[in-house]
């Protein structure tokens, strides 16, 4: 459905992105011209998985290249038209992230593998008895793939606010999920620094919370672990700021936090409600 | 005292209408091509003007391009160029040390080419 539907947009739309005046240094990006930025600090990007250790953030790229209708945006392949000044509406595949909390840099992959199964929620009964368990570790459940997530994103934008709606859906077969998400960005500038606040709202279904989080017979025989996780709504707020040092070097640094939902919350392998992502460094661009 | 005030005047014209003819330099008009935006080809018609030279065989490079090779008398007066950048045009001879140039420069209606980027920088992961 959603080929067919991109296909149709491809072939009727007649409009070009153009270009705006877009003058904010922190979002804006010049047409034709490779951005390339590195930046140096310390951050981490919190794991809210039983045994999860957070995904550390040390260096971080910055890669983007916008043409007259194609992008490439960190990851995300594009190709966007622009029916109105004030709109864009984009067709987009890039890596799904929810993978990334079950990724190989858990200590465990690295040195030496454990056989808990818990994570301190085993606690002893007054009557002397153990619960079972209610959590379970990411050592030990089964592989999670990759997937792709294939995307329609409409923007509405004025010079300092962009409201945004997203639909996903899986590309390659791996959840067969999808989610939609609504966005607000407010963009500004305090004396030298750039500044963006966001807030968004992500609907995720029940196919691709449970493939993640759910937990089956593929993970454990012990049925008192088994979840089948439902939809959730997740709500994520963030501070992205920016402070030029000279021409190339610049302050930057960047607050995010996402409560993730019953959802995700309610499965014994998650141990935390919220995630959150900072980094604070200095970037440098080509 | 009228007659000396007008001697005065003349006396101090004189020199601008003593001063030679300045020679005439390579030039050309209009050195400004104005285009939608950055990356589209600009097409200039342009009139040149040359400075006395010898006779030998001159050529007219576009950015170290050469666009061709015509004694004195046979150099064009007009062209049509077609720009995607600030372009110098230079007058270059084997005899001539000198190689005189202009500058052509290329302006954009859309004042910024600039484009509000999707994702927010430094947002990989």
């Known amino acids: 459905m959603f080929s067919r539907f991109f296909l149709i947009l491809l072939l009727t739309s007649a409009f070009h992105a153009s270009a705006l005046a877009c003058e904010n240094k922190l979002v804006c990006i010049e047409e034709d011209n490779w951005s390339i930025g590195v930046a140096f600090g310390a951050g981490a990007r919190t794991n809210p998985l039983v045994d999860g250790d957070a995904i550390p953030l040390i260096i971080l790229p910055d890669v983007a290249w916008y043409g007259e209708h194609a992008y490439f945006d960190n990851g995300e392949f594009g190709y966007q038209w622009q029916p109105n000044k004030d709109s864009t509406t984009e067709v987009f595949v890039r890596t799904n992230t929810e993978r990334a909390y079950f990724a190989f840099w858990h200590p465990s992959n690295i040195f030496l593998p454990t056989n808990s199964v818990t994570d301190g929620a085993g606690t002893p009964s007054p009557g002397g008895e153990e619960d079972p368990p209610r959590y379970i570790s990411v050592d030990d459940i089964a592989q999670r793939d990759w997937s792709l997530d294939a995307g329609l994103r409409t923007n509405w934008f004025n010079d300092n606010d962009r409201w945004s709606f997203t639909v996903i859906h899986d590309a390659l077969g791996v959840h067969n999920g999808f989610s939609a998400t609504g966005r607000y960005q407010h963009d500004f500038e305090w004396q030298d620094w750039a500044l963006a606040t966001h807030l968004s709202v992500t609907y995720k279904s029940s196919n691709l919370i449970d493939y993640y989080y759910g937990i089956s017979q593929r993970d454990t025989s012990d049925e008192t672990l088994w979840y089948s996780a439902g939809s959730t709504f997740q709500f994520t707020g963030g501070l992205l700021f920016n402070k030029p040092i000279n021409q190339h070097w610049h302050w930057l640094g960047r607050i995010q936090i996402t409560s993730l939902g019953s959802g995700v919350t309610d499965s014994p392998l998650v141990s935390k409600r919220y995630v959150t992502n900072m980094f604070f460094g200095v970037g440098y661009r080509f | ?125």
């Open chain 2, 1 to 125: 005292m009228r007659i000396l005030l007008l001697t005065i005047l003349l006396l101090l014209c004189l020199p601008s209408f003593a001063k030679e003819k300045s020679p005439a330099l390579f030039s050309a008009f209009p050195n400004e091509c104005i285009t939608t935006r950055k990356g589209e080809i600009c097409i200039l018609p342009i009139t040149l003007t040359y400075p006395e030279m010898s006779s030998s065989e001159h050529c007219l490079h576009i950015n170290n391009r050469i666009l061709g090779c015509w004694s004195p008398d046979k150099l064009p007066t007009d062209l049509e160029l077609e720009l995607d950048s600030d372009s110098t045009l230079t007058l270059k001879s084997e005899d001539d040390k000198k190689a005189p140039s202009v500058m052509l420069k290329v302006k954009y209606r859309q004042a910024s080419t600039h484009r509000r980027r999707v994702r927010n920088p430094w947002s990989l992961f």
